[in-house]
């Protein structure tokens, strides 16, 4: 991100044209855990499993707007790799992912909603395993998800933006010596 932002684009075309392609990477690949889970293991999709289709949009636009968020505050290779698996695993501990969140404590089940995790395992869990599909309940997970998304992405611009305009003026900065 740091040699893009002298480039003369605008910053929400580099920012779209770096997520987008970790976002469809991210679709096609939870598509292909389920397709895999449902033909290698005879995995049952739920009742309709059309609604998974929206649950796998929404957890990856949170998931990539994430990463670049991660991304706009990080400096090296290494701690893109050293922060980001720890935020996985913190926010996986937390939200859930480790722990089926029914046998966490009630502060913790409260705590964990602060996770786009747990907002994605909640819908998935209710696109998977009901009888019939609460389509209100499913449009609030993927409404929520979607928040963190448009959070996360905005704080990722906020900060590409910023760190933009210091590198712009230490360079005239440089130019001017």
Request: aromatic share 10%; hydrophobic share 50%; with cysteine.
């Amino acid at each position: 991100l740091r040699r893009l932002r002298l480039a003369p684009i605008s910053r929400v075309s580099v920012l779209i044209g770096k997520t987008l392609p970790f976002y469809i990477c991210s679709v096609i690949q939870t598509a292909a855990l389920f397709l895999s889970g449902r033909l290698l293991f005879a995995m049952p999709l739920g009742p309709e499993p059309a609604y998974l289709i929206p649950v796998i949009l929404c957890t990856s636009a949170a998931a990539t707007s994430l990463g670049l968020m991660l991304a706009t505050w990080v400096k090296t290779d290494q701690q893109v790799s050293a922060y980001g698996t720890s935020m996985v695993l913190i926010l996986g501990g937390i939200s859930g992912c480790f722990i089926p969140r029914m046998w966490l404590p009630t502060l913790m089940k409260k705590l964990s909603l602060a996770t786009p995790h747990a907002w994605a395992l909640q819908a998935f869990e209710s696109v998977l395993t009901v009888d019939v599909i609460n389509v209100p309940t499913i449009a609030t997970y993927c409404a929520v998800l979607l928040c963190f998304a448009t959070a996360f992405f905005s704080i990722g611009w906020w900060r590409f933006r910023t760190e933009t305009l210091r590198t712009r003026r230490i360079d005239m900065a440089w130019k001017s010596r």
